[in-house]
């Protein structure tokens, strides 16, 4: 049986102490594409040094009011898709930030207020062009020879 010991009735209790609690605001971090259209593993999300967890599609996670400063990255055998944006969040403000990572490990990834677009595309089209080639140059090749 626990006891807790309880002041006499007749009795006033002490004061609570008013704590004053600081002004907030809300990050919405809208992390673009899926599973499968960018990576299995969600990118890495920083605020103001400190990791949060995050998803694809939107976030919504609370913050204190004053300046913030987002550091996103993602992971695959080591860092990369690196971005960073520094903005003030002011009380009872929304702000929106949307984060794109690149379609191959050797660039930034992009981030903005608004939707951003995927860095890396040229250098992906550029190496399927490339596998082509070898590949109807192998053909053709094979086929006079």
């Not at 899926?34 to 605020?47: A, E």
Request: proline letters at 10%; charged letters at 10%.
């Amino acid at each position: 049986m626990s006891y807790q010991q309880q002041p006499p009735p007749n009795q006033p209790q002490a004061p609570q102490q008013y704590q004053p609690q600081a002004p907030m605001g809300m990050l919405q971090l809208t992390i673009q594409g899926n599973i499968m259209t960018s990576s299995m593993i969600p990118p890495k999300v920083r605020l103001n040094g400190y990791p949060v967890q995050a998803k694809y599609g939107r976030n919504d996670i609370p913050v204190f009011a004053g300046p913030l400063h987002v550091d996103v990255h993602c992971e695959w055998m080591r860092d990369f898709g690196q971005a960073a944006l520094d903005f003030t969040v002011q009380p009872n403000q929304a702000v929106p930030v949307f984060y794109a990572a690149p379609y191959h490990q050797f660039t930034t990834g992009s981030i903005g207020h608004s939707k951003v677009k995927r860095k890396g595309s040229g250098f992906l089209i550029g190496l399927i062009g490339a596998v082509v080639a070898v590949s109807v140059l192998v053909v053709v090749l094979a086929a006079l020879g």
